[in-house]
């Protein structure tokens, strides 16, 4: 199996670009529109306190992957059972950021050009990346996640001669229910996929410094779209709900003395290096995965053909963007709670209720 | 199109099996080899144009069922 290590700081940046991954341009609890910024701030407290309980597995089981902790508290068959759940899971992350940017892509710069063209190439990366291993994916996203926040800042400064606070108005106009629904939405996606970093923790350098190098992470990427959605709502205002890619209309706007002018690049850019990252810790997960459920010693191997899996998902994954929308605003906050939430405390509760009978009966 | 993604397949085959052969990791192979055939096929069916389901239309509504029979239960 993969023997490269990452440091805290690493994981961080890794945890950061996966959280921020396809959510920057393709954000879920639209109909929330102008109190998105403000919902965020709770669906991030909501997030870290998933992750803490699902670390809680990790501190439980130092050096396990979430598939050999299933393993050890399920037995065989239950575990295998759970792994081959989690494998979908991570098979269908990666398929959806692979889908969006697709999208993305055929529906603002290259509409003729065919999907196949855009995805192959895209994919072949991705396989030779996995198949380096983590210290490679981590490393290659150190200095993308640095230029994708360094943007971050520019865009600051490059909307300050558009951005109209009166835009942000009316706050609180949702009834609380609706408010705490959307905020678990986004508690789950896209915070709660950060459940796929139990295949990777085991491989950070430094364990006790895990739990705060993830919260951390989740926190840094949670600020970015957090400021990212209220430069956003300030720029484009109410019109702002109806767009598909918010965030990629908001940059159309600048405009600094007809000079720096169609700047959409931007969000795209940070879109492809984060999405890059995303879909890659995705399939590295499901090799990784893969080979666990089948005791190999190596995932190498499996990388290319799981990543034809990961392809072929993209392309069946939705019929249209309008019904992806649909998915996350009805289906998707069941789904990330059983994946995110349920799985991981049920696995904690079993372990630790085998833990007290097992101590019982030596007593 | 069928024959080039056939090509492709049987590449990388031939590029990742010799390794595995020489180290006798058998299993590996076999995994690798299943893996590769899963994927031959869903890709042929798809390049060939049969419309395999739609992950999310899967989802939704499967959903939709259960809700109806949450509904009719009550």
């Not at chain 1, 957090?226 to 109806?242: D, H, N, P, R, Y």
């Not at chain 1, 965030?247 to 169609?262: G, N, P």
């Amino acid at each position: 199996m993969d023997q490269g290590k990452i440091s805290p700081w690493q994981l961080t940046l890794l945890v950061m670009s996966f959280t921020i991954g396809n959510w920057i341009v393709l954000p879920a609890g639209t109909e929330a529109w102008q109190n998105l910024w403000l919902i965020m701030i709770l669906a991030l407290g909501e997030g870290l306190v998933f992750a803490y309980l699902s670390l809680l597995l990790f501190r439980r089981f130092p050096g396990k992957t979430l598939f050999e902790i299933f393993a050890l508290v399920f037995g065989s068959v239950g575990g295998k059972f759970l792994s081959l759940l989690f494998l979908w899971f991570f098979l269908q992350t990666g398929a959806a950021a692979l889908m969006i940017f697709v999208t993305l892509l055929k529906t603002t710069i290259f509409t003729a050009t065919p999907d196949m063209a855009l995805l192959v190439p895209w994919m072949l990366i991705v396989i030779y990346g996995c198949r380096r291993g983590i210290e490679v994916i981590a490393r290659s996203n150190e200095p993308l996640i640095i230029a994708t926040i360094f943007l971050l800042f520019i865009s600051v400064l490059l909307v300050l001669n558009i951005f109209d606070p009166a835009n942000l108005l009316p706050l609180f106009n949702l009834p609380l229910s609706d408010a705490l629904w959307i905020s678990v939405g986004i508690a789950v996606f896209p915070f709660g996929q950060n459940v796929l970093f139990l295949m990777i923790l085991p491989r950070v350098n430094r364990r006790q410094k895990v739990t705060g190098a993830v919260l951390k992470g989740m926190i840094g990427a949670g600020g970015y779209l957090l400021l990212i959605q209220f430069l956003t709502v300030g720029v484009v205002g109410k019109v702002g709900e109806i767009y598909v890619f918010p965030s990629y209309e908001f940059y159309r706007m600048i405009d600094i003395a007809r000079v720096l002018t169609r700047l959409e690049l931007i969000p795209l850019l940070n879109f492809m290096t984060m999405g890059f990252i995303k879909i890659m810790l995705c399939l590295y997960a499901l090799a990784v995965g893969t080979a666990q459920v089948f005791n190999l010693r190596t995932y190498r191997p499996l990388v290319f053909p799981l990543g034809a899996l990961l392809l072929i998902a993209a392309f069946r994954f939705a019929p249209s963007i309008s019904q992806h929308l649909r998915f996350v605003e009805e289906v998707n906050p069941y789904f990330g709670l059983f994946y995110s939430v349920f799985l991981p405390l049920l696995t904690l509760g079993v372990a630790l209720v085998r833990g007290w009978l097992r101590r019982r009966v030596t007593s | 199109m069928i024959i080039f993604v056939v090509l492709v397949f049987i590449s990388v085959f031939i590029y990742e099996a010799p390794e595995l052969v020489e180290k006798e990791y058998w299993r590996e192979l076999a995994v690798f080899t299943l893996l590769l055939l899963l994927s031959l096929v869903l890709s042929s069916l798809l390049v060939s144009g049969v419309k395999l389901p739609y992950i999310e239309t899967v989802w939704i509504e499967l959903g939709e069922g259960i809700h109806r029979v949450i509904q009719t239960s009550l």
